[in-house]
């Protein structure tokens, strides 16, 4: 598969240092370590958000120093942690800024509705959602923006923390979407803090720690006992059944 991503000798300072790191077309790749690590910080520089003070991303093959803000826009998009809109603008009406179709009943792909159920409250406003509700709307909201893209695989989805604040139920449909995704030959960058959904839904792990990559791979080599140990300072329980990594906390930190 070809590479669509390349870090190297990334530098922010007290933030990032990575020498090294790369995505190729279609990986599912989600970005672990604990609060404070740099993920949020690595994903802002990869969207061109933040510049490196040294080293260079290339995205496609082409500097990300080079593009231009609206062929950005119109090829990767990212979901922020912050919520982007106080105003009390119906959902329908936020979602059709960055829908590419204005009727009602195609406002929403089907392919976003079955995940992310967001039709029965397109008439309401943006400040009578649940926090569960808004966090569905931004992640349509994100991918709605570059869904030409994505419909035809040549998507870049960089979702910071997007199962925040959902139930458990839309947590996986989520992730089966993204999964989705990927397999039509998107590639897709998401942070979680869910060790084990993530070694299941992803084909990569990316696992960050002060500011630096302490292991990346397949999920079954980066999600070991030793690498979460090291990197959460909890003691874990590992098992693979079939196809399937269970991963347990099995003595967190003892308080005083």
Not at 24 to 46: D, F, Q, R, T, Y
Not at 191 to 205: E, F, G, K, V
Not at 213 to 219: C, E, F, K, M, Q
Request: overall charge neutral; charged content about 15%; some cysteine.
């Amino acid at each position: 598969m070809s590479t669509v991503l390349h870090l190297t000798s990334i530098s922010l300072s007290n933030r990032l240092q990575v020498d090294s790191l790369h995505a190729v077309k279609g990986e599912c790749i989600h970005l672990l370590g604990p609060n404070g690590a740099g993920k949020s910080s690595l994903m802002a520089v990869i969207a061109g958000l933040i510049a490196p003070e040294q080293g260079e991303v290339v995205l496609c093959d082409k500097s990300l120093s080079t593009w231009s803000l609206a062929e950005l826009a119109s090829l990767r998009t990212m979901l922020s942690q912050q919520l982007e809109s106080n105003f009390a603008l119906r959902v329908g009406e936020y979602l059709s800024f960055y829908a590419h179709s204005h009727r009602d009943n195609l406002l929403v792909p089907a392919m976003l509705e079955r995940a992310l159920e967001v039709k029965s409250f397109l008439y309401k406003p943006l400040t009578h959602l649940s926090g569960g509700e808004r966090q569905r709307v931004e992640i349509c909201r994100a991918l709605l923006q570059i869904w030409p893209q994505l419909e035809i695989g040549e998507g870049i989805a960089i979702l910071d923390e997007p199962l925040q604040g959902l139930d458990i139920r839309h947590q996986y449909a989520v992730a089966t979407l993204i999964q989705a995704l990927c397999a039509k030959g998107n590639t897709i960058i998401m942070s979680s803090h869910d060790i084990a959904l993530s070694a299941n839904y992803s084909t990569s792990l990316w696992l960050m720690n002060k500011g630096r990559i302490v292991a990346s791979g397949a999920p079954h080599s980066v999600a070991t006992q030793h690498n979460l140990e090291r990197v959460f300072e909890c003691h874990f329980l590992i098992s693979k059944k079939k196809n399937f990594l269970e991963i347990q906390v099995c003595a967190p930190i003892t308080l005083p």
